[in-house]
């Protein structure tokens, strides 16, 4: 996520939010030298979103900038490997019309299949 950050820009803001505790997002945040992307905690249950959100492994919440949802899930990095990413970064180029700004992820050019 800190590659796609560092690539996009401010064309896009990543967010990493921990569902485990303050201090095991302080060592994802260390471990992944997460500097532009958010990182963020839910302090607890009562604070968890009903519906959305899951492992980055298991895919990613991909929504507008004013707060609408675009894809609840995206394809699994479990399942798809190297082209769950490419995945993302088709659903940026054509639902959103953005483009990397540097290269650095995989960038494959899978087409989206809804």
């Known amino acids: ?8 820009g401010s064309q896009v803001q990543f967010l ?21 992307v958010v990182n963020s905690f839910i302090p607890s249950r009562g604070y968890m979103p009903v519906g959305f959100g ?32 490419a995945y993302v970064e088709q659903l940026l180029l054509n639902v959103f019309a953005i483009k990397p700004l540097s290269h650095g992820a995989s960038t494959k050019g899978n087409a989206i299949e809804e």
């Open 54 to 85: 899951q492992l980055g492994c298991s895919g990613f919440v991909v929504s507008t900038d004013d707060g609408c949802f675009v894809s609840r899930k995206t394809k699994a990095y479990l399942q798809y490997g190297e082209d769950a990413f």
């Open 16 to 36: 990493m939010v921990c569902v485990e505790s303050a201090g095991v997002a302080v060592n994802f945040g260390r471990m992944f030298d997460l500097k532009s």
């Open 1 to 8: 996520m800190e590659k796609w950050a560092r690539m996009y």
